[in-house]
């Protein structure tokens, strides 16, 4: 299976990524988890995405098709993949359309989680995450049982450094501006299905579940 994972930021796309993931038994693969990566190793990589991910605009296109690309045609994602914050512009979409083609494979389902940008403010600033496994937590609507620490490995808990309400809310607007026409461009290719992100993480999951499997 070959997924698509669209919603703005907070919209809980990593989140529901690590569930579907194990569920369907494919990679997942974050664009903005990679930066993270290449940033703590210290890469040219991170370096370059660094000072665009600090203001909450998006690292430029041709750096992050050639990711992807690279990525995609790995063994691993031989039977699937799922993409979690890629696309995000019109022009990664068709350059995805046109590695995907050369490959000879096809997308199934582009899944838009929807938020309220009221709520995703709240929800970004509060996120904490694992060093250890990267297990995502809110303080306040998926706490951890200890403050701080992991329930899954027992790691620190950290806050990433775009998730201030200042560089949140350029997020958003990045978002509404350069990814929202993404929405258009896969429902004319029928591969659309919004999913209601405001219910309990469980019941969203639920949902997502649900429309992969009458997919199939
Ligand atoms: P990226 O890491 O992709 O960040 P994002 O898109 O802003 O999305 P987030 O990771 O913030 O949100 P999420 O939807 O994954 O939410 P989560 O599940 O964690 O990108 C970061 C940066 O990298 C970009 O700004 C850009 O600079 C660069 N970049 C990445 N990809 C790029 C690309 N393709 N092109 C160019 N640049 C790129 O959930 C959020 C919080 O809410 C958590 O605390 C969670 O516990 C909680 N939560 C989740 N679901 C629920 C629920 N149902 N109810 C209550 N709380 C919930
Ligand atoms: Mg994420
Ligand atoms: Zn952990």
Do not use: W
């Not at 799922?82 to 022009?91: A, H, K």
């Not at 083609?101 to 309220?116: A, T």
């Not at 709520?119 to 970004?124: D, F, M, S, Y």
């Not at 978002?175 to 992100?197: A, F, M, Q, R, S």
Request: proline share 4%; with cysteine.
């Amino acid at each position: 299976m070959r997924l698509i994972l669209l919603g703005p930021p907070g919209a809980g796309k990593g989140t529901q990524a690590t569930s579907i993931a194990t569920e369907f038994n494919i990679p997942h693969i974050s664009t903005g988890d990679i930066f993270r990566y290449n940033i703590k190793e210290g890469t040219e990589l991170g370096k370059k995405a660094k000072s665009f991910m600090d203001q909450g605009l998006l690292v430029p296109d041709e750096v992050v098709v050639e990711i992807v690309e690279d990525r995609i045609k790995q063994e691993d994602c031989e039977k699937g993949f799922l993409l979690d914050g890629f696309p995000r512009t019109v022009p990664q979409a068709v350059a995805l359309d046109e590695v995907m083609n050369k490959m000879g494979v096809s997308l199934d389902k582009v899944i838009n989680i929807q938020v309220d940008k009221n709520i995703l403010v709240e929800r970004a600033v509060g996120r904490r995450i694992c060093k250890g496994c990267s297990a995502t937590y809110h303080i306040q609507f998926n706490p951890s049982a200890t403050e701080g620490i992991c329930d899954k490995c027992g790691g620190n808990l950290y806050q990433r450094d775009d998730d201030n309400e200042a560089t949140v809310t350029t997020r958003i607007d990045v978002y509404l501006n350069e990814t929202l026409p993404l929405i258009e461009y896969y429902e004319n290719k029928d591969k659309l299905t919004v999913i209601d992100g405001q219910q309990h993480i469980d019941k969203v999951f639920e949902d997502i579940v649900n429309v992969l499997r009458s997919e199939k």
